[in-house]
């Protein structure tokens, strides 16, 4: 398929199980999201956990009403097909990875669309900016760190964060570039010394891919979407669905459009 | 005499010779500029040389036309006598401080008023952040780099560099609040490894005095008003007129007037 294909045409070919791989380079120039999908009695303590910890789980949009498939705002979506792989979770275990939730779909449930890094990468890369892990070809590398969400409910835990490296200048215009975008992550959240937020070993990332860092180079911290999955498998709910990592919820919204300015 | 005096206060007592101290944390809210004062066939290679290195040398104001002692945009200004100590170059070498210009004045000097880091000290004070060498009651440490200004006939040299240390979230704050400042020398230029930008000891500035570290902040660095000094002496134009530090041209600019958003 080529890459250079329109968000709705990306969604009808993943609608019809034509396309079930990773979305990450395809609609250039639109937003993809992490998808939560939770019943409704779940639902109000999870969009207080997101409001709470915009950083790690900036909402870009959700379901009007439980039960809804559709997300208008976001683009012509049926929520139950439109994403290449989805992952259920029942009573925060990992059960099964599947293309399509209409035989599960229930009208209870309520869906999250969280902002991703993928739109910032672009904002970055348009810059001039070198993304090491896409460099490399690899899963950006994410890491558990020491710092605590704020709970709402059940929903609690620590902030996940994604690791790039850059040199000093370029770290401080991915600063300046990110903070345009607070709805995808914002700016980092830290930088430099890693044990100052909990991490051990740049080495050993708890997610992703380890990328290589040059003496000159800072490595530069994001509050990444994996956070709130983390928080919703403590949560334990009875059933949790979200996107198989990688396999986005692709938006008619333009990366562009997230810019506060 | 009080702090909170204004702008045109404070220089009418300047100018009547009552006050000839330091201006730091007079007329708080209101802008503090840097001077450059040069003969004509000097004049329009130094501009060049602020427009090519905007960072170190951000021109706020400067005078119409050869020999004008106002600067009209900055308020109601005499440059002979508004400014509380001045330093008198000739051929490069340091000459002489007066407290007035009256009997140097020549129809053939231009003014050049340059940003200073007080404005964004101010906002990021007002943003919560301990500024250091604020809280522990010093000149700024300042040091020379290996940065290579862009050069503009005689005016070249290292870009010189203020220094003020951060916990990491504070410096991402700290890039954020003077990226809206590029007219007080913007974001920062580094931050982290001295030794990557040519500083081998933090203990010993080149300008100004050392201030502590803690283990979990990192030095950040701006481009500094020092450096079109130093590509001035280096010049050696016949005669050169600035401030004495922090002595400076207090304007009837808000600095919440030099913001971009």
New interface residues.
Partial sequence: MRQDISPYDLRQAIRCGEFTGHTSGFAPGFVQCNLAILPADWASDFLRFCQANPKPCPLVGMSNSPGDTALPPLGDIDIRTDVPSYRVFRDGEFSEERTDLSALWRDDLVVFALGCSFSFEEALLADGLEVRNISQGVNVPMYRTDIDCTPAGPFKGKMVVSMRPFK??D??RA??IC?RFPSVHG???????PG?IGIDDLGVPDYGEAVSIAD?E?PVFWACGVTPQVALEAARPPLAITHSPGHMLVTDLRNSQLAV?
Same sequence: chains 1, 2.
């Fill in positions: 000093a200048a770290a401080i600063v300046q903070t700016a980092p959240i830290h930088l430099g010394d100052l000159d800072l300015l």
